[in-house]
């Protein structure tokens, strides 16, 4: 599968609902994300400016065109996550580890045993950033140590829960990092006028 079909399907997957949760009945990501189809998600602008006639215009970047930019899925890396979190046959349920493929624990300890032993947890919640949804990720060491990661993509409605499953990617460091943008510098790049 490549990545612009394994974005689209992990920015569709059903991450649940809780009735203590935020999002009414329909106010979930991926629940505003499955009217979409991929092509719609491939139409959709890089950016989009919110607020352009006020006093502070703010950029939403496109996660969707974020992520197809800037990172490579790797299938088989992936195959062998499900694998090592399935490897008594069992499902998450009744599994004697209590592993499953959307546990933080599970996928920190993998990316530890696979790639190395310094993981780093991100979440861009805890960060200014533009994009349209956010996303959780482990890396090995410091930024460029290592070009994998095990990334998983928010799509509930409040900060806490709602993750899809873990997949491994390979990423551009500079694009995949980049996750903020002030105005006036899209204002530059862009060559529009305020």
Not at 122 to 138: A, M, R
Request: with cysteine; aromatic share 14%; charged share 25%.
């Amino acid at each position: 599968m490549d990545t612009n079909q394994i974005i689209y399907k992990m920015l569709t997957e059903n991450t649940g609902i809780h009735m203590l949760d935020s999002g009414g009945a329909n106010g979930r990501h991926w629940q505003r994300n499955q009217n979409k189809t991929i092509k719609d998600f491939d139409k959709e602008d890089v950016y989009k400016v919110i607020d352009k006639d006020s006093d502070y215009p703010y950029l939403v970047k496109s996660l969707y065109h974020h992520l197809v930019d800037s990172c490579e899925y790797l299938e088989q890396e992936t195959n062998d996550f499900i694998k090592w979190v399935n490897e008594d046959q069992y499902d998450w349920a009744n599994n004697p580890n209590g592993r499953c493929a959307s546990s933080l624990c599970d996928i920190e300890e993998y990316m530890s045993l696979n790639y190395g032993n310094d993981t780093r947890i991100e979440y861009t919640y805890n960060y200014d950033n533009n994009l349209s949804q956010d996303i959780q990720f482990v890396s090995i060491g410091d930024t460029y140590d290592c070009d994998i990661v095990a990334l998983s993509i928010h799509n509930g409605a409040d900060a806490r829960g709602g993750f899809t499953d873990y997949k491994i990617f390979k990423i551009n460091h500079d694009l995949f990092h980049y996750i903020y943008e002030s105005y006036e510098d899209y204002l530059e790049w862009s060559g529009e006028v305020a």
